[in-house]
């Protein structure tokens, strides 16, 4: 599995970036995926997961209500709908495979998204 992230950029605050991760293979329906990042000096965080089906989300606190994850199984494509940016959002956001124990299995390389206040 190849997964390979789009759609970041500079933006200013309260502002709008949606982000795309496109995934070969032909079992993408399959498996969760999920979306995290990691800030300029911090670690690795959770921002959203989002099931085989699409039906079911989670949200950190931090994004919830401004972050929309979602999937389209047709193009094998995960998107993340980030509206109402903040400075606190400037980050390197990874999309990441679902693996059978529940964790993360596959990454991709990262979008580097720029929240500029």
């Known amino acids: 599995v190849q997964l390979v992230e789009s759609g970041g950029g500079l933006v200013q605050a309260g502002g709008s970036l949606r982000l795309s991760c496109a995934a070969s293979g032909r079992t993408f329906s399959s498996y969760a995926m999920g979306w995290f990042r990691q800030a300029p000096g911090k670690g690795l965080e959770w921002v959203s997961r989002?099931?085989?089906?699409?039906?079911?989300?989670g949200y950190a606190d931090s994004v919830k209500g401004r972050f929309t994850i979602s999937r389209d199984n047709a193009k094998n494509t995960l998107y993340l709908q980030m509206n109402a940016l903040t400075s606190e959002d400037t980050a390197v956001y990874y999309c990441a495979k679902g693996s059978a124990s529940d964790g993360m299995d596959y990454w991709g390389k990262g979008t580097l998204v720029t929240v500029s206040s």
């Open positions: 989002l099931n085989s089906g699409g039906d079911s989300t």
